[in-house]
């Protein structure tokens, strides 16, 4: 597993044509440090992994020790990370906790920005199906 970006509260890993993008609720990470973790992770997602030329098929965003709620500010840098999967087709499953907001927030993304690519999961099974291009159950 190759590691692409790292700030403190994400990773973004690779792992053959698969990315991970692991985003983790840091309680010492100020508003300062925040910022510029979203702005090196957006970077890395949209310059190396969500690319039309990508040796990347998928992304798999994983929030689920991440904040249950976010705001407007990150919403508008996710819903261009999202857009960014629509428009070089590389699938987007988005690896949830469980928690409802986050469940709608999260929802709501995919229909408005990767309605195509974009896909909430909640088990490793819906991850793996959907990041691979498979129905949900298929062998």
Known sequence: MEVLSRGANFEITADGDL???????????????????????????LFRVLTPLSLYRALV???????????PVTREMLEGIFRAAEHSKRRLAVRISGAAMQRLQFSSLC????PTQG?????????????????????
Do not use: H, I, Y
Request: hydrophobic fraction near 30%; aromatic fraction near 4%.
């Open 19 to 45: 990315c991970r993008c692991t985003v983790v609720n840091s309680a010492g990470v100020d508003k300062e440090e925040g910022a510029r973790c979203a702005q090196q992770m957006r970077e890395t997602l």
């Open 61 to 71: 965003f994983d929030v689920t020790r991440g904040p249950e709620v976010f705001g």
């Open 119 to 139: 896909k909430v999961v909640e088990s490793d099974d819906q991850e793996k199906d959907w990041a691979r291009n498979r129905p949900s159950g298929a062998p």
């Open 111 to 114: 229909r408005d920005s990767a």
